[in-house]
């Protein structure tokens, strides 16, 4: 009974450290995009499944592209983020049911920007949106590619769409706190004042 919970625990262990030893990080952003105020990250190339995982530790997910104008806006900002021509992973899966791709925000497919010939399921493994990159003669058309870090050899990052901006500190609040921090730091040295009177 014991190995038997003791090789539970290690394969728990285990499947953490595979887990998580893979993740994404930010390559760039916080980043608004002025047309809609979501804040966009720009994440190191990894998996479509960890780069979403790192898009919802940062409170969104990724990208859910509602329009023409957000998919130039993404293009123009990160395609070639650090002089690299980058094809973007996007928000669109169609994993759980093969040809009914929906974005993993959980917003209705109203826009799609499909490359010719494509979503085509190449060798029945993908199941992944991104868009091609720079060079690509379907640049910036959609593609479904296969869950791999940078698929077909092509650096391939993906993109987090936050829909609430990150506050920035508010001014007044932070005067109003400093303010009533001296108001106490003073009346606590009255007091001691008056006390040793
Ligand atoms: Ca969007
Ligand atoms: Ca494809």
Redesign the pocket.
């Known amino acids: 009974m014991l190995s038997c919970v003791n090789t539970t625990a290690m394969t728990a262990v285990f499947l953490f450290f595979l887990v998580s030893s893979a993740s994404a990080d930010i390559l760039s952003g916080p980043v608004v995009n002025p047309a809609n105020g979501h804040t966009y990250y720009l994440l190191t190339s990894e998996t479509w499944i960890d780069s979403q995982a790192e898009a919802v530790t940062l409170s969104g997910n990724l990208v859910t592209i509602n329009d023409a104008a957000e998919n130039t806006w993404i293009t123009s900002t990160f395609s070639s983020f650090g002089g690299i021509p980058r094809a973007l992973w996007i928000g669109l899966t169609d994993a759980a049911s093969e040809g009914s791709f929906i974005w993993a925000s959980g917003e209705p497919l109203l826009y799609s920007n499909w490359g010719t010939s ?5 060798l029945g493994i ?1 199941d992944w949106g991104q868009i091609l990159p720079p060079g690509d003669h379907r640049y910036p058309n959609w ?3 296969p869950d791999v870090v940078n698929p077909f050899g092509t650096t391939t990052s993906g993109v987090v769409e936050v829909l609430v901006p990150v506050p920035e500190p508010n001014k007044s609040i932070l005067l109003l706190l400093g303010g009533l921090l001296l108001l106490a730091h003073v009346g606590c040295r009255k007091i001691r004042c008056e006390n040793f009177r």
Not at 118 to 122: L, T
Request: no cysteine; glycine share 0%; net charge negative.
């Open positions: 494509e979503p085509n399921n190449h993908e593609n479904d590619a």
